[in-house]
């Protein structure tokens, strides 16, 4: 019975969010693995249904601020990169200059995700506000997993195939 209600509150769910987007997701991949972990946060918070009605259009709403924060830090380092790109220098201060306003844009990013935290104690109790912390870290190590053992049948060729520049 309780797997009946999870699913039913995860086909709501998924439709709300389908529904109350104004954009079309990126991609269909993008658009899989959020209905994924979606799937996933129902599941590892084990939300009611009261709980996603609220939960989910909130997370949506947090979602695009911080996509719109990394916009703003690409817009930062494009000019850079396109300098580079054309064989050109960069200045100190021009390097100094985007790299400041990038991380300042970084803090920013973890002051809201703080906050998105803890204004959500009105809907999760402290054991949930703990999982959903943690859940975006696990969740991208568990993708970045799942496309390394994809990528070939063999252990010895498993791993990123671009170069690794860092």
Request: a positive charge; zero cysteines.
């Given at each position: 019975m309780r797997t009946i209600a999870r699913g039913l509150i995860m086909i709501m769910i998924a439709a709300t969010i389908v529904k109350a987007q104004e954009t079309p997701p990126r991609s269909d991949r993008a658009g899989k693995m959020e209905m994924m972990a979606i799937w996933r946060l129902t599941d590892d918070l084990q939300l009611t249904e009261k709980q996603a009605e609220i939960f989910f259009p909130r997370l949506r709403k947090h979602r695009e601020k911080m996509r719109e924060i990394e916009k703003q830090q690409q817009e930062i380092m494009q000019p850079l990169l396109a300098k580079i790109d054309k064989g050109k220098e960069i200045t100190k201060r021009e390097f100094e200059s985007a790299l400041k306003a990038n991380t300042d844009l970084s803090k920013k990013k973890i002051v809201m995700k703080a906050e998105f935290l803890l204004s959500m104690e009105d809907i999760l109790s402290p054991v949930q506000q703990v999982k959903l912390a943690v859940f975006q870290e696990q969740f991208k190590k568990e993708?970045?997993?799942?496309?390394?053992?994809?990528?070939?049948?063999?252990?010895?060729?498993?791993?990123?195939?671009?170069?690794?520049?860092?």
């Open positions: 993708i970045i997993k799942r496309m390394k053992d994809y990528r070939s049948p063999y252990p010895e060729y498993r791993g990123p195939k671009r170069r690794n520049i860092w």
